[in-house]
T-cell receptor, first 112, second 115 residues
């Protein structure tokens, strides 16, 4: 079983739609959590960190449920430019080093 | 600032050939990493470095070697390439510290095909 699991999608949604992605992680020692965005044939870039109380950045809302070990990302009012793969990432410290564990990603395609 | 750069961007090798991928960062970051990304899988850590002159194995180190002779550079070597090493390779860097919130900055990637 992968340490970080995501639905690969693709999620095909029209512009203006609200879409939600979920991610589960298996290691309860995980300390911090992120969503990265990766455009086609490009490098991953940090979209947002995920805080325990939940956090919002414009149209994007991230939630964390430590008890159930899942993380979610909600995108409101989808734009064509939101089309990308969204990577769920978990940070776990081991031996004094912060190890990032990446999910395989959920692909989002927003159409007119 | 250029951030993290990688050379080359593309490369085709024959089985058994060797090559070195170069990563450079101008952000004065202590930590540097090499990942590979394959379809249907998350990025997997090959090797990493916590400072100049240090290297350590990651999740999938076999068949690769690394060197960090200068703080700004992290080299990934393939001594005898195999088709299983066909992948996209990403270099990343992050600032010093083991704080919980640790953004990594990625280079644009190197697409390697081994025939």
């Amino acid at each position: 079983r992968k340490e970080v699991e995501q639905d690969p999608g693709p999620f095909n949604v029209p512009e203006g739609a609200t879409v939600a992605f979920n991610c589960t992680y298996s290691n309860s020692a995980s300390q911090s959590f992120f969503w990265y965005r990766q455009d086609c044939r490009k490098e991953p870039k940090l979209l947002m960190s995920v805080y325990s109380s939940g956090n919002e950045d414009g149209r994007f809302t991230a939630q964390l449920n430590r008890a159930s070990q899942y993380i979610s990302l909600l995108i409101r009012d989808s734009k064509l430019s939101d089309s990308a793969t969204y990577l769920c990432v978990v940070n776990r410290e081991t031996g004094g080093y912060n190890k990032l564990i990446f999910g395989a990603g959920t692909r989002l395609a927003v159409h007119p | 600032n250029a951030g993290v750069t990688q050379t080359p961007k593309f490369r085709v090798l024959k089985t058994g050939q060797s090559m070195t991928l170069l990563c450079a960062q101008d952000m004065n970051h202590e930590y540097m990493y090499w990942y590979r990304q394959d379809p249907g899988m998350g990025l997997r850590l090959i090797h990493y470095s916590v400072g100049e002159g240090t290297t350590a194995k990651g999740e999938v180190p076999d068949g690769y070697n690394v060197s960090r002779l200068k703080k700004q550079n992290f080299l990934l070597g393939l001594e005898s390439a195999a088709p299983s090493q066909t992948s996209v390779y990403f270099c990343a860097s992050s600032p010093l510290g083991t704080g919980a919130y640790n953004e990594q900055f990625f280079g644009p990637g190197t697409r390697l095909t081994v025939l």
